[in-house]
């Protein structure tokens, strides 16, 4: 199964953990059985059926360009990057 690493800002959502592994093929299914074992983890990643623009994904050390549709293998790491905004220089 996919691992898939948790950012601190959803680990209210998993009890904490940090990387979980999650079965599915793409991360859009990932991303479905997440929200069956942890209710309210998908809102925070998309809107209806897309990512949210702040939120990229690294997979296996890349960032994918494919997004949701990434196809993911059993010994794939999955990473959500949560771009973070505000402040001034």
Same mark, same amino acid.
């Given at each position: 199964?996919?691992? !898939? $690493?948790?950012? /601190?800002?959803?680990?209210?959502?998993?009890? $904490?953990?940090? &990387?979980? &592994? +999650?079965? $599915?093929?793409?991360?859009?299914?990932?991303?479905?059985?997440?929200? /069956?074992?942890?209710? @309210?983890?998908?809102?925070?990643?998309?809107? $209806?059926?897309?990512?949210?623009? /702040?939120?990229? !994904?690294?997979?296996? @050390?890349?960032?994918?360009?494919?997004?949701?549709?990434?196809?993911?293998?059993? &010994? /794939?790491? +999955?990473?959500?990057?949560?771009?973070?905004? @505000? @402040?001034?220089?």
């Amino acid at each position: 199964m996919p691992v !898939i $690493g948790i950012p /601190s800002l959803l680990r209210d959502f998993t009890n $904490g953990q940090r &990387s979980l &592994s +999650v079965e $599915g093929d793409t991360v859009r299914q990932v991303i479905d059985n997440l929200e /069956s074992l942890y209710p @309210g983890i998908k809102d925070r990643l998309c809107e $209806g059926e897309r990512l949210r623009p /702040s939120i990229a !994904i690294v997979v296996d @050390g890349h960032t994918s360009t494919l997004k949701l549709r990434h196809k993911l293998t059993a &010994s /794939s790491e +999955v990473y959500f990057v949560i771009s973070i905004s @505000g @402040g001034k220089f």
